[in-house]
């Protein structure tokens, strides 16, 4: 980000005005449900499971006018379990976004603290990944890549893309004013915070977007280091990018997607396609269809996974919905199949799951 920008912002909160406007919105979502899986660990099961067609968030978010286009922004969100209560696994309070910032209308926002980076925002949040269509958290990346070992991760390879939202700590992040045609550009920094040592647990990211009433889509860079105590506390980087796009057309809507992931430690790598599509003929029902494959390099013995998705919504009102949904992953012979979200791999090739559930946000 260049200094004039800082300079800008700061000459801006200087000369607001004493008198401000603020507001606190408290919001949410939560799903809940029941999945049939053909294939855990070679056996049968169905089991209750949230935070599947949508997470299950809490959180409280305010922006301040300080006058002259600017306001003071913060976000502070935390990721829970309907089954318990309980906040998920691994992570503290307001473990998804805890930040305080500055957005101008004409210089773009700079925002302090813990955040996505740019694979979320720039691939996810514009349409191009059927996730957010419908497809949910079965429909993140997973499959037989166990070997990619990204550091604290619960498979190994669970949503290896980024794309499910995985925060960065200690961030400084700048996304731009939207341009001509929509466009937007963005830049962050995730401080590692080790003493004598800059670069260590350190991440950064890069994105850009547009949108348009029928055509969005964005590319997006990140780089995170870990300290992976399987590894001798070693610092393995794990690198991701991807590009995506998605266009709205009357009650359809198509989508495509290219992610990677390479663990630069051990060599590992994964690429996927993904191509899309909704069909919404009234506001009440949506029926969404994904095709993913994914392919891993040598260092994962080139497994590879196809895997289908379909999921139909029926909003009983403009926040609350029930579906259905059905997955079904296929990988080449040798390998076990692992849907995403299903914490045990299939004893075969091949997994399926199906589903009852419903949503709603406040």
């Not at 939202?165 to 961030?171: C, F, R």
């Not at 494959?293 to 009983?316: F, P, R, S, V």
């Amino acid at each position: 980000m260049k200094w004039n920008a800082i300079i800008g912002f700061a000459g801006l909160v200087m000369a607001a005005g004493v008198q401000a406007q603020s507001s606190v919105t408290m919001f949410g979502m939560m799903d809940a449900g029941v999945t049939f899986v053909s294939n855990q660990g070679g056996k049968a099961t169905a089991k209750f499971d949230d935070g599947v067609y949508i997470p299950n968030f809490f959180g409280l978010q305010g922006i301040e006018d300080i006058g002259g286009g600017t306001h003071v922004v913060f976000k502070l969100e935390d990721q829970f379990e309907v089954q318990n209560g309980s906040i998920i696994s691994g992570q503290g309070l307001f473990g998804q976004y805890a930040y305080v910032g500055l957005e101008n209308d004409r210089l773009g926002s700079i925002r302090l603290g813990e955040q996505y980076d740019f694979m979320p925002e720039a691939l996810l949040f514009t349409g191009t990944d059927s996730v957010i269509n419908g497809g949910g958290f079965y429909n993140y990346r997973n499959g037989p890549f166990d070997k990619l070992d990204i550091p604290d991760n619960a498979t190994g390879a669970l949503s290896w893309d980024r794309m499910n939202g995985v925060p960065i700590d200690n961030a400084v992040k700048y996304t731009s004013p939207v341009f001509a045609g929509g466009f937007t550009v963005g830049a962050m920094y995730g401080f590692g915070n080790v003493a004598g040592s800059f670069s260590s647990n350190s991440a950064y990211s890069f994105g850009l977007t547009w949108r348009s009433t029928s055509l969005s889509g964005g590319a997006a860079y990140t780089s995170q280091k870990y300290a992976d105590t399987d590894a001798g506390d070693a610092q393995v980087r794990i690198v991701n990018w991807g590009a995506g796009v998605r266009y709205v057309f009357s009650e359809f809507g198509i989508n495509g997607l290219f992610t990677t992931v390479k663990n630069e430690f051990n060599g590992a790598g994964i690429y996927e396609g993904q191509l899309g599509m909704t069909w919404q003929p009234t506001p009440f029902w949506q029926l969404c269809m994904d095709y993913m494959y994914m392919k891993g390099n040598d260092e994962l013995n080139n497994n590879h996974a196809h895997q289908l998705t379909a999921t139909i919504n029926y909003q009983l009102s403009k926040k609350t919905g029930v579906y259905a949904e059905a997955a079904w992953q296929r990988t080449n012979s040798g390998a076990t199949a692992q849907i995403n979200g299903v914490f045990v791999p299939s004893g075969s090739p091949s997994q399926a799951i199906a589903r009852i559930g419903m949503h709603t946000m406040f």
